[in-house]
């Protein structure tokens, strides 16, 4: 039996391990060295160690793990489970208790390996249809369908507890979902049985459909918000169920508070408190009653600076300080605007500024020390199209402004001083005043022999 075990369950990265008394049941330690046969099975056998393993890219077996006092620990939700297995091809299973607690692993031996990731997509996908939701501390898949990696990044399958380990309240139950004393033996016998009635014509195009289903809600961009959502509120629903979920549940609902209830600051603190103090499992499992409150304001100032509420745009520079706090990509923006503007203010005072768009790129990307990509975002601060120089009121010098833009309180006076900017770089034109039908007088060298300009200016 020791070589029966580890060989179907062999895949030796990343094993988890815990003490079989351990307070929490969430405290498993993964291995970072791989698990040889031998140790395995010492462990195995070891009645106050409890040891699981994980799946490798090709597995020959499944397991749905159907947690005690979830909403499909009972007699009728198990049937509707096996009967939506049915539906892939996988008509007989292994029932076994999975420990003292009393929830239920239900085994599924397949004939001949089959791809790991296709078969996680599967079983969710197929149990789902049938009305069962996979959520933890209810009804969970294993294999899980695991996340994407980033680049030569590793990322593993969820890991579960080996079968009928001794000390850890582990047996086969009958029909009647009765414990029985079967042994290790009895458990490899049933699933030599299981493995010759799967009906694998039916599976292999299903495994295809489960991951041609995922494929496509991953493509979706209104299912990938549709499901973010639904991941939220199932997060929140679910609520406490251990120990050490009180952040992670505060910024489940600060998170969605913000986006899809377009909530902000006090509201969205009281919103996350609220929804807090009456999610189950708060007053067993919360350790920081006492400080909820505070905690509550933290995450809910966090998602106000981080996330928006849906359909509306992310705040801009000006709009995204709070209490006195600017965001560091603002200040970047800030600061690159700011030496764009520098720049060819300092390339006009000196008559260098050129006229091609290709030609000023180049001098602005070296003199302000930015991208081609960060001017094209800045246009109006200049692009020949965009912008345009006009005289200062006062001290002779020059200014740059958007040609579009218009000014809400224009001098009264025109200026008294000629214009400094060359003729050949100025893209402005008189404008005619509309009441005394003629241009203002004054100084300086415009066009028209001797005329002055008004104070408004119009972008050729």
Same mark, same amino acid.
């Given at each position: ?6 060989? #179907? ?7 988890i ?10 405290d ?50 198990l049937e ?6 049915? #539906? ?29 990731? /296709? ?19 209810h009804?969970?898949?294993?294999? /899980? ?13 969820? +890991?579960?507890?080996?079968?009928l380990? *001794? ?8 029909? /009647? ?25 039916l599976?292999? *195009?299903?495994?295809e ?14 299912g ?21 979920q ?5 910024k489940?609902i600060?998170c ?5 209830e377009?909530l ?17 499992g ?12 505070k905690k ?14 849906i359909g ?9 300080i ?47 020390? #930015? ?6 975002k ?12 006009i ?17 809400? /309180? ?10 400094? #900017? ?7 034109? *008189? ?23 008004s104070? +408004?200016w119009?972008?050729?």
């Open positions: 039996m020791a070589r029966r075990l580890c060989t #179907t369950f062999g895949y030796k990265w990343r094993t391990e815990r003490p079989e008394d351990a307070t929490n049941a969430t498993w330690t993964t291995h970072s060295f791989p698990m040889r046969p031998r140790a395995l099975w010492s462990r195995w056998q070891d009645a106050g160690i409890l040891i699981g393993v994980r799946f490798p890219n090709q597995t020959r077996y499944a397991l749905i793990d159907i947690d005690a006092g979830g909403d499909y620990h009972d007699a009728s939700s509707q489970i096996r009967e939506a297995l049915e #539906t892939i091809g996988i008509v007989r299973t292994i029932l076994t208790r999975s420990s003292w607690s009393g929830g239920w692993h239900l085994y599924c031996p397949l004939p001949a390996p089959v791809s790991t990731f /296709n078969l996680a997509c599967t079983l969710k996908h197929c149990l789902e249809a049938q009305g069962i939701k996979v959520k933890p501390g009804c969970e898949t294993f294999p /899980n369908i695991k996340p994407y990696g980033r680049k030569w990044e590793v990322t593993e399958y969820n +890991g579960h507890r080996l079968p380990q *001794p000390g850890s309240g582990s047996c086969i139950l009958d029909h /009647n979902l009765n414990p029985t004393a079967g042994t290790l033996e009895r458990f490899f016998w049933q699933w030599d049985f299981c493995m010759q009635a799967q009906d694998m014509e599976l292999i *195009p299903a495994l459909q489960g991951r041609e289903l995922q494929r496509k809600r991953r493509r979706s961009k209104a990938k918000l549709e499901m973010w959502a639904d991941d939220l509120r199932r997060e929140i629903d679910l609520g406490w169920t251990g120990h050490g009180t952040n992670g549940i505060l489940a600060a969605y508070g913000r986006v899809f377009g902000a600051d006090d509201e969205l603190a009281t919103y996350v408190e609220q929804m807090a103090l009456t999610r189950d708060y007053q067993e499992w919360c350790r920081h009653q006492g400080a909820i409150a509550s304001r933290a995450w809910a100032k966090w998602a106000t600076r981080f996330w928006w509420p509306t745009q992310q705040a801009s520079a000006s709009t995204s709070h209490d006195g706090v600017v965001n560091q990509n603002d200040e970047k923006q800030l600061d690159a605007r700011r030496r764009i503007s520098q720049a060819i203010t300092h390339l006009c005072k000196k008559g260098e500024l050129p006229e091609g768009v290709t030609a000023r790129i180049q001098a602005l990307c070296k003199l302000a020390r #930015t991208s081609v990509q960060t001017l094209y800045n246009l109006a601060l200049w692009h020949p199209d965009h912008w345009c120089v005289p200062e009121p006062e001290g002779g010098g020059v200014r740059s402004r958007d040609c579009n833009e218009t000014s809400t /309180n224009p001098p009264e006076q025109p200026p008294s001083e000629g214009l400094h #900017t060359l003729g050949e770089l100025l893209r402005c034109v *008189p404008v005619r005043d509309a009441q005394k039908n003629l241009y203002p007088r004054g100084e300086g060298g415009g066009s028209g022999g001797g005329e002055g300009f104070t +408004g119009q972008g050729v």
